[in-house]
């Protein structure tokens, strides 16, 4: 049996591949792995988050579940000033991703590996993005927005793409209530897959 992509230390045997392809207009050599999300090639759904995400360009951002890192490293593009950290439970994609940061000479990122938030405890983010693992259940994906609210600085904003068929109108219920009816927006749609941005509000406490 084929083991899950969100396994902490994937078994199965090595199987590298590389590709070419060209993420908001920058051209990336990606170098991935059996045992990783989507490892033929970029997500559709994380395509769709990277061509509608926006933050400026000196921005803290979280890439949370970053597997080998297109959409970690496509915000480092776009955040030539600021810095992005990339974390993933899977210890396989994140030694990929800091191949491929290295491979596609980008300096400002820091990748971590470890469950959800924990490796970045006591941090907080001008932006995170999230292509959530919707497989590991909704218990991991629901904590996974609870906490991302907690490590937003205030005003900051999570961006989280959700397919139709795969959750996205309570995906956007859950932002609601944690973040409130008017600080959730669909940002777009392509495919079938939803990007939604929830704002932080400013004087909000972090837990
Ligand atoms: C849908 S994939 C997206 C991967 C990557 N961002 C991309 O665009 O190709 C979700 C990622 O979340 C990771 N993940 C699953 N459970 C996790 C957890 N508890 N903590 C951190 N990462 C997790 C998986 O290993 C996987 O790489």
């Known amino acids: 049996m084929s083991e899950h992509y969100f396994t902490r230390q994937p078994r199965s045997a090595e199987d590298r591949r590389r590709f070419q392809t060209e993420l908001r207009g920058?051209?990336?050599?990606f170098v991935t792995d059996a045992g990783v999300f989507s490892r033929d090639g970029v997500d559709?759904?994380?395509r769709t988050l990277i061509g509608m995400m926006d933050f400026p360009s000196g921005a803290r951002v979280l890439d949370i579940g970053c597997g080998y890192g297109?959409?970690?490293?496509?915000?480092?593009?776009l955040a030539p000033r600021?810095?992005?950290?990339m974390t993933d439970i899977n210890?396989?994609?994140a030694e990929l991703a800091r191949e491929n940061a290295a491979l596609n000479g980008i300096g400002n990122?820091?990748?971590?590996?470890?469950?959800?938030?924990?490796?970045?405890?006591?941090?907080t983010f001008d932006v995170i993005l999230a292509n959530p693992p919707i497989r590991a259940g909704k218990a991991v994906v629901y904590r996974l927005f609870e906490e991302a609210k907690a490590h937003l600085a205030p005003g900051g904003a999570f961006w989280v793409v959700v397919?139709?068929?795969?959750?996205a109108p309570s995906a956007r219920k859950k932002l609601e209530e944690l973040f409130g009816?008017?600080?959730v927006e669909e940002i777009g749609k392509h495919k079938g897959y939803r990007v939604y941005r929830a704002v932080r509000s400013r004087d909000q406490k972090n837990i």
């Not at 920058?26 to 050599?29: D, G, N, T, V």
């Not at 397919?163 to 959750?167: E, F, S, V, Y």
Request: aromatic fraction near 6%; charge should be negative.
């Open 70 to 77: 297109p959409i970690g490293l496509a915000a480092a593009r």
């Open 91 to 93: 210890e396989r994609a």
């Open 163 to 167: 397919h139709n068929k795969q959750g």
């Open 109 to 123: 990122v820091t990748v971590k590996t470890g469950d959800l938030f924990e490796p970045v405890a006591g941090e």
């Open 82 to 85: 600021g810095h992005v950290t």
């Open 26 to 29: 920058f051209p990336f050599l």
């Open 181 to 183: 009816e008017d600080s």
């Open 44 to 46: 559709e759904g994380s």
